[in-house]
Nanobody, 115 residues
Framework: QVHLVESGGGLVQPGGSLRLSCQAS????????MGWYRQVPGKERELVAL???????NYADSVKGRFTISRDTAKNTGWLKMSSLKPEETAIYYC?????????WGQGTQVTVSS
């Protein structure tokens, strides 16, 4: 079993910042890719950012320059630093990892951007 726990979500004003965390535990044998997706009710889940075990990153165009993904491979932990947040980025943010040919999702953390 692989278990992912996200934290750090909450309410933030437009233009504000949040840092999400993802802690992986259980049968972890080497996380090839760690990432973040987000989903608004009624819409498809969309990629926010990914980071490989070598540190290569990939971002959605809409968040480039504002969001930063990072990870501590030894601690099976990842983070998503979000800055200059916009109301339309209100969503549930999900952590995802890929290892040994399988994907695993966390349960998500709510991010609400509102004044």
């Amino acid at each position: 079993q692989v278990h992912l726990v996200e934290s750090g979500g909450g309410l933030v004003q437009p233009g504000g910042s949040l840092r999400l965390s993802c802690q992986a535990s259980g049968r972890i044998f080497g996380i090839a890719v760690m990432g973040w997706y987000r989903q608004v009710p009624g819409k498809e889940r969309e990629l926010v950012a990914l980071i490989t075990s070598s540190g290569s990153t990939n971002y959605a165009d809409s968040v480039k320059g504002r969001f930063t993904i990072s990870r501590d491979t030894a601690k099976n932990t990842g983070w998503l630093k979000m800055s200059s947040l916009k109301p339309e980025e209100t969503a549930i943010y999900y952590c995802i990892i890929f290892q040994l040919g399988s994907y695993y999702w966390g349960q998500g953390t709510q991010v609400t951007v509102s004044s």
